[in-house]
């Protein structure tokens, strides 16, 4: 005689109220802590290697200047840095391009999308911006980029910053506004004023940049309901055309958080996290009523035909990135690896006509299949016959438990070749992510 047994549920999902310090964002998998000095032969070898067919090659650079250092911010910046010290950075930034330029990965490639991000790169003088422009354009030219986004922070730009910024061919300027509200952004750290955000924006119509993205943050101190729906309402009648939003996170090495350590605080004074994914949810809906159509976990466009993000769509299907300057994070045939994220070790790596990479990792197969898979789920949909014609594996069948975990939780359907989340699922994506990471890469501090 034998026993029917009841097959195991899933344990409902558990709420997550407070916003407590770590990070939650899942930008990359393996995760970053995972990735060793002892790899990083595998990075060099990977660069002596000719390119897989059809791959995209993108560049980073990160300009890591700020005029002040946010309360929120977790990027490696520095805001004591004289003219000599930034002439020297972009030396040597410009640098580590030629000595990839040199390696057999690129195989003839020209960058198909580059990324200029920070820190502030507006920071940088009309000067600066046109020597480091030019300077990379002739070792690798952007003849062929589909993209070029650029990070502002917008006290840093005049008219004449940003018509410099535009003749680089500029083709999507990202404005770092974060809220509309100069107390809120004086108690968080900002270092623009309300008046500047129009200003700014003003200038960058007059110019004609092809796309304008506005970074809006939800849940930062002392925040209220009021305060976000005059934010967005403000944004919606400036009508970029595209809108990015983060929830507010705390991370260990910012300044709230040793605040929090030096107080014995627990909590961050921050929204928590049910207030944050409702006010994003009302962001949406709020866009969506003026004509945006939601395109990922973080952002709304207002055409999808015109505003496109190629770095992050690129990036999450495999391409390779090169990423130039301190503490920046490339991706050259199947191998991660990562610079060194203090500024003298990294210039002087390249004073000695060295490449900097501090740390590196090459996934398996299975690894490098998740890694796509947890990315493009951000988007909200995926399509099972694209992991099948890349990896060879049926995702259904690979990932049945983790899929039917979100689908019991009410966040995900499958339906013929698609999966999907809906938008509750969305607004928690990155934690939701965790249930396709393999055993030992779950609860780890830093994902």
């Known amino acids: ?16 109220k407070e916003t407590t310090v770590g990070n939650y964002f899942v930008s990359n998998y393996p995760p970053f802590s995972f990735w060793k000095p002892e790899f990083v ?9 000719p390119p897989n067919d059809g791959t995209h090659l993108g560049v980073y650079l990160h300009i890591p200047f700020c005029r002040k250092r946010c309360h929120f911010c977790y990027f490696r910046v520095y805001t004591d840095k004289n003219s000599t010290a930034i002439k020297g950075y972009i030396e040597a930034a410009l640098k580590e ?3 990839y330029a040199g390696k057999p990965f690129l195989g003839g490639r020209k960058p198909s999308f580059i990324y200029f991000g920070g820190g502030t790169p507006s920071y940088l003088s009309v000067d600066q911006l046109r020597h480091l422009s030019d300077g990379m354009k002739a070792i690798l030219p952007w003849d062929q980029a589909d993209e070029i986004t650029f990070e502002c922070e917008p006290g840093t730009l005049t008219d004449h910053k940003l018509k410099a910024i535009r003749e680089m061919g500029v083709t999507r300027l ?28 003003r200038y960058a119509r007059e110019l004609d940049f092809p796309q304008v993205n506005i970074d809006l943050i939800a849940g930062m101190v002392e925040e209220t309901e009021a305060n976000w729906r005059e ?72 055409d999808k035909e015109k ?46 006509d060295k490449l900097p990479i501090y740390r590196a990792l090459t996934p398996t197969a299975d690894e490098r299949l998740i890694r796509e898979l947890v990315l493009q789920l951000k988007l909200g949909q995926i399509r099972c016959s694209y992991f099948h014609d890349k990896f060879g594996v049926g995702i259904r069948e690979r990932f049945q438990a983790p899929f039917r975990i979100l689908q019991d939780w009410g ?33 780890v501090r830093y994902a």
């Open 1 to 16: 005689m034998t026993t029917a047994v009841a097959p195991v549920q899933p344990a409902p999902v558990q709420p997550d």
């Open 41 to 49: 032969g595998d990075a060099f070898a990977a660069l002596e290697r």
């Open 97 to 99: 391009l030629r000595l």
């Open 174 to 201: 990202s404005l770092g506004v974060e809220n509309f509200d100069d107390h809120i952004l004086e108690i968080n750290g900002r270092a623009h004023h309300s008046k500047e955000i129009a200003r700014a924006y």
């Open 231 to 302: 934010c967005i309402r403000k944004t919606i009648d400036l009508q970029p055309d595209s809108v990015t939003i983060y929830q507010m996170e705390v991370p260990y090495n910012t300044t709230i958080y040793k605040q929090m350590k030096a107080e014995g605080r627990l909590v961050a004074p921050v929204a928590d996290w049910e207030t944050k994914r409702h006010w994003v949810a009302e962001a949406f809906a709020e866009l969506e009523k003026a004509g945006y159509t939601v395109a990922s976990a973080y952002t709304a466009v207002k």
């Open 307 to 352: 505003a496109r993000f190629l770095y992050r769509d690129r990036l999450w299907a495999g391409a390779d990135l090169l990423g130039l300057g301190v503490a920046s994070f490339g991706h050259v045939g199947g191998t991660h690896f990562q610079n060194h994220h203090d500024f003298e070790p990294y210039v002087n790596a390249l004073t000695d």
């Open 411 to 443: 966040f995900l359907t499958l339906r013929d070749d698609i999966v999907s989340l809906n938008r509750d699922g969305l607004l928690q994506v990155d934690r939701l992510l965790h249930e396709f990471f393999l055993p030992q890469h779950k609860n």
